[in-house]
T-cell receptor, first 112, second 112 residues
Framework: GIQVEQSPPDLILQEGANSTLRCNFS?????LQWFHQNPWGQLINLFY???GTKQNGRLSATTVATERYSLLYISSSQTTDSGVYFC??????????????FGQGTILTVHP | DTGVSQDPRHKITKRGQNVTFRCDPI?????LYWYRQTLGQGPEFLTY????????KSRLLSDRFSAERPKGSFSTLEIQRTEQGDSAMYLC??????????FGPGTRLTVL
């Protein structure tokens, strides 16, 4: 199956700082999602981004499918951004359509 | 849309007992997925349905696990003869065909 590697594994920021999270994947993908998992375990959708760049407020994401990576940018971080960030590509093909493969996540802590 | 709902939110059981979890997807979503997440890891795919048809099962899903989606709406995941290694968060997600997945709050299972 597809291998997903996220970096860095842990990130500590002061409020107001910017950061970039990276997701590398080992095979071509149909789609890719970024999630934020809050302290209660809920996975919150951030981006559905098979290719290109999208922006939503202070967050933006870029996927370069041909080079097999995606980036999540967080600007002007806030304490509420703390949690675990997951990328999850979908390899596609046959019955694998829709099957997300999650990375290990990046644990983000934002201090006031 | 109301979101994906799961019931119960928490379940504590003794080893050897059977448990059943329920997931209600977003209405009109014809795909429904089950994932399992253990502490410190990303979610892992278990199985998925398109309408009432179960299209793929992970090798993680032993013979003690069974999932159904009888009328293409809600789904149940049953674990028979639970073991301590089954302790995890069980997550359900739904989507339209070839589209973004939305996750429920999860059912946290503890096997004593």
């Amino acid at each position: 199956g597809i291998q997903v590697e996220q970096s860095p594994p842990d990130l500590i920021l002061q409020e107001g700082a910017n950061s970039t999270l990276r997701c590398n994947f080992s095979d071509s993908v149909n789609n890719l999602q970024w999630f934020h998992q809050n302290p209660w375990g809920q996975l919150i959708n951030l981006f559905y981004i098979p290719s290109g760049t999208k922006q939503n407020g202070r967050l933006s994401a870029t996927t370069v499918a041909t080079e097999r990576y995606s980036l999540l940018y967080i600007s002007s971080s806030q304490t509420t951004d703390s949690g675990v960030y997951f990328c999850a590509p979908e390899r596609g093909g046959g019955t694998s359509y829709g099957k997300l493969t999650f990375g290990q996540g990046t644990i983000l802590t934002v201090h006031p | 849309d109301t979101g994906v709902s799961q019931d119960p939110r928490h379940k504590i059981t003794k080893r050897g007992q059977n448990v059943t979890f329920r997931c209600d997807p977003i209405s009109e979503h014809n795909r429904l997925y089950w994932y399992r997440q253990t502490l410190g890891q990303g979610p892992e795919f278990l199985t998925y349905f398109q309408n009432e048809a179960q299209l793929e099962k992970s090798r993680l899903l032993s013979d003690r696990f069974s999932a159904e989606r009888p009328k293409g709406s809600f789904s149940t995941l049953e674990i028979q003869r639970t073991e301590q290694g089954d302790s995890a968060m069980y997550l359900c997600a739904s989507s339209r065909l070839a589209d973004e997945q939305f996750f429920g709050p999860g059912t946290r299972l503890t096997v004593l």
